[in-house]
Every structure is written in C-alpha cells, then in structure tokens.
T-cell receptor, first 110, second 116 residues
C-alpha cells in the first residue's frame, strides 16, 4: 500500500483557517486521497476525498498538488469542535480495505 | 450520509467470557464490513474484512478463533471476542462501505470493551 506522511500534531486558533498537510510521494495514478477525522472516543468520520482536482464540501476543502505527491486539507474557519485526529489515507484499485496511519492531532485554541 | 450503528457502546466483562459486538448499516446495504481495534493513543488497526455470506479475511497476527466474525446479512456483521482477557480491552470500531475505492467509508461509533 502507498504510504502517507503527516505531522504528528498541529495547533490552530479558533476561527482561523487550518491547513493540514499530507505527503504521499508513492501514490499511484489510480489512488484516491481520502481524509477522515476522529473525535475523542468516537469512530472516524468522513471528511472529503478526491483524485486529481481540488474538492470542496461543507466541511472542508481538499487541495491536491499537480503531481499528486501531496495534498492539503483546509478547514476554512476552525472551531473547537474541529479538534480531532485527522487521517489522510490512500485507496487504490486493489484496496478493498482502509488502513490508517498515525494521523495529525489538531488542537484548536479558543 | 449513511449511518452505521454499533452496539453496545461500551461493555465490561469478566475474563474468560465472550462478548458480541454488532455492527449494522442502517440505510444501505454493505457487502463488505471492516473491523478495527484501537488502543489508547494509537491509530486504528485493521483486524479483519467481513464479506456477506462468506468467511472473513483476517489480518496477520489476528487470531480468527478468538475474534469470530459473522456477516450473515447485507446490513449486519458481528464480532465476538471469545474467552476474553484483560489484554483484549480496547476500542473496537466497525466500518462499512457502499461501493469501491472512490466512495467514502462510514464508521460505527465504536465499542469500548473492558475485560476485568
């Protein structure tokens, strides 16, 4: 499986934008980039996913580098409820399952 | 989005007993469900892939006789922890998908198992 690399932790101030990076230099052309987040004592929650083009939804935006070797999850205005562990995951054509890395623990300060 | 319900949310059991955890897809049919285990301060670790009507596929190092998985219908998968020991205490999470790699996965709220 292609691996992803994320910073262990990041901090943000409330109501400011947050950019969470993910490196995936070994990504293949058919891998989708998925982002999930996990709040304390809960199951993961889908955030966004994309293949090549940037994606927007009500939760976040996903910016994908032109060479697809990295991507950035953008929370436009962080709230205290956005404090969670954010996971960047690649899913390829032969990947029926979803495997998690260590993720980035986001702390939001009031 | 789609809803995956896990039951119970938490359970305490005695060593040597068995515990069953249910995972239901409430508003969609899931041909494949996944079971994860998560220890404190760690990431989710995939335990097994559960396919409706067939045997589950276990990850290396996961004992299939200890963690029994049944996926009898398109909306229900169960994980039974047999002869539980304190080291089995963990957060167990199930997941279900509606389609292939281009679609998102949906997760249950997790089950906190404590073996005393």
């Amino acid at each position: 499986d292609a691996k992803t690399t994320q910073p262990n932790s990041m901090e943000s101030n409330e109501e400011e934008p947050v950019h969470l990076p993910c490196n995936h230099s070994t990504i293949s052309g058919t891998d989708y980039i998925h982002w999930y987040r996990q709040l304390p004592s809960q199951g993961p929650e889908y955030v966004i996913h994309g293949l090549t083009s940037n994606v927007n939804n009500r939760m976040a935006s996903l910016a994908i580098a032109e060479d697809r070797k990295s991507s950035t999850l953008i929370l436009h205005r962080a709230t205290l409820r956005d404090a969670a562990v954010y996971y960047c995951i690649l899913r390829g054509v032969n990947n029926n399952d979803m495997r998690f890395g260590a993720g980035t623990r986001l702390t939001v300060k009031p | 989005g789609a809803v995956v319900s896990q039951h119970p949310s938490w359970v305490i059991c005695k060593s040597g007993t068995s515990v069953k955890i249910e995972c239901r897809s409430l508003d969609f049919q899931a041909t494949t469900m996944f079971w994860y285990r998560q220890f404190p301060k760690q990431s989710l670790m995939l335990m097994a892939t559960s396919n409706e009507g067939s045997k589950a596929t276990y990850e290396q190092g996961v004992e299939k006789d200890k963690f029994l998985i049944n996926h009898a219908s398109l909306t229900l998968s169960t994980l039974t922890v047999t002869s539980a020991h304190p080291e089995d205490s963990s957060f167990y999470i199930c997941s279900a998908r509606t389609g292939n790699r281009g679609t998102e996965a949906f997760f249950g709220q997790g089950t906190r198992l404590t073996v005393v």
